[in-house]
Protein backbone atom coordinates (compact mmCIF):
# COMPACT_ATOMS: atom_id res chain seq x y z
CA UNK A 1 0.00 0.00 0.00
CA UNK A 2 2.65 2.51 0.76
CA UNK A 3 4.31 1.92 -2.51
CA UNK A 4 0.90 2.25 -4.43
CA UNK A 5 1.22 5.80 -2.75
CA UNK A 6 4.76 6.56 -3.42
CA UNK A 7 3.93 5.76 -6.63
CA UNK A 8 1.18 8.29 -6.91
CA UNK A 9 2.72 10.84 -5.04
CA UNK A 10 5.67 10.61 -7.64
CA UNK A 11 3.54 10.82 -10.83
CA UNK A 12 1.93 14.21 -9.52
CA UNK A 13 5.04 15.54 -8.90
CA UNK A 14 6.63 15.18 -12.67
CA UNK A 15 3.38 15.21 -14.10
CA UNK A 16 2.00 18.58 -12.41
CA UNK A 17 4.57 20.80 -13.32
CA UNK A 18 4.55 19.53 -16.81
CA UNK A 19 0.99 20.39 -17.25
CA UNK A 20 1.14 23.67 -15.68
CA UNK A 21 3.65 24.70 -18.09
CA UNK A 22 2.45 23.25 -20.73
CA UNK A 23 -1.09 25.43 -20.06
CA UNK A 24 0.84 28.01 -19.54
CA UNK A 25 2.78 28.34 -23.05
CA UNK A 26 -0.35 27.46 -24.48
CA UNK A 27 0.14 23.69 -26.03
CA UNK A 28 -2.64 22.45 -27.24
CA UNK A 29 -2.36 18.78 -25.69
CA UNK A 30 -2.23 19.30 -21.68
CA UNK A 31 -4.09 15.97 -20.83
CA UNK A 32 -2.47 14.15 -17.55
CA UNK A 33 -2.37 11.41 -19.85
CA UNK A 34 -0.38 13.30 -22.48
CA UNK A 35 2.12 15.15 -19.76
CA UNK A 36 2.81 11.37 -18.73
CA UNK A 37 3.48 10.07 -22.24
CA UNK A 38 5.75 13.12 -23.02
CA UNK A 39 8.32 12.18 -20.26
CA UNK A 40 8.05 9.12 -20.98
CA UNK A 41 9.17 9.94 -24.40
CA UNK A 42 11.52 12.32 -23.17
CA UNK A 43 13.19 10.08 -20.56
CA UNK A 44 13.14 7.13 -23.79
CA UNK A 45 15.00 10.08 -25.81
CA UNK A 46 17.32 11.08 -23.75
CA UNK A 47 18.52 7.34 -22.66
CA UNK A 48 19.14 6.25 -25.73
CA UNK A 49 21.22 9.65 -26.79
CA UNK A 50 23.01 8.69 -23.50
CA UNK A 51 23.93 5.43 -24.55
CA UNK A 52 25.39 7.02 -27.73
CA UNK A 53 27.40 9.64 -26.04
CA UNK A 54 29.12 7.90 -23.23
CA UNK A 55 31.15 10.31 -20.73
CA UNK A 56 29.09 13.22 -21.12
CA UNK A 57 29.63 15.42 -17.74
CA UNK A 58 26.85 16.86 -15.42
CA UNK A 59 26.91 20.53 -16.94
CA UNK A 60 26.92 19.36 -20.49
CA UNK A 61 24.35 16.80 -20.15
CA UNK A 62 21.78 19.58 -18.59
CA UNK A 63 22.73 21.36 -21.83
CA UNK A 64 21.61 18.08 -23.70
CA UNK A 65 18.66 17.20 -21.61
CA UNK A 66 16.53 20.38 -22.32
CA UNK A 67 16.41 20.17 -26.11
CA UNK A 68 15.60 16.62 -25.94
CA UNK A 69 12.89 16.76 -23.70
CA UNK A 70 11.61 20.11 -25.65
CA UNK A 71 11.50 16.97 -28.85
CA UNK A 72 9.27 14.77 -26.84
CA UNK A 73 7.50 17.55 -25.50
CA UNK A 74 7.06 19.04 -29.10
CA UNK A 75 5.65 15.88 -30.31
CA UNK A 76 3.44 14.72 -27.52
CA UNK A 77 2.19 18.34 -26.69
CA UNK A 78 1.44 19.96 -29.78
CA UNK A 79 3.40 22.62 -30.24
CA UNK A 80 6.63 24.01 -31.49
CA UNK A 81 9.92 23.91 -30.80
CA UNK A 82 11.03 26.98 -29.02
CA UNK A 83 7.63 26.55 -26.97
CA UNK A 84 8.70 23.11 -26.31
CA UNK A 85 12.16 24.50 -24.62
CA UNK A 86 10.38 26.98 -22.74
CA UNK A 87 7.96 24.56 -21.20
CA UNK A 88 10.63 22.35 -20.60
CA UNK A 89 12.86 25.46 -18.68
CA UNK A 90 9.46 26.78 -16.63
CA UNK A 91 8.59 22.84 -16.03
CA UNK A 92 12.05 22.28 -14.12
CA UNK A 93 11.15 25.87 -12.33
CA UNK A 94 8.17 24.73 -10.98
CA UNK A 95 9.49 21.35 -10.11
CA UNK A 96 12.37 22.44 -7.81
CA UNK A 97 10.05 25.11 -6.49
CA UNK A 98 7.55 22.59 -5.43
CA UNK A 99 10.06 20.29 -4.43
CA UNK A 100 11.80 22.65 -2.30
CA UNK A 101 8.16 23.89 -0.65
CA UNK A 102 7.23 19.67 0.19
CA UNK A 103 11.15 19.86 1.68
CA UNK A 104 10.21 22.88 3.71
CA UNK A 105 7.49 21.84 4.83
CA UNK A 106 8.17 18.28 6.63
Known amino acids: ?6 LIILLVVLVLPLKMAAAMMGARN ?3 FHCLFALLLAVIIQRFVGGIIPGVTAEYGMLITIPLAAIAYM ?10 ILIAIVQGVILIGAVLLLGFSV
Open 30 to 32: TGV
Open 75 to 84: LVLGTSFLKA
Open 1 to 6: MEFLIL
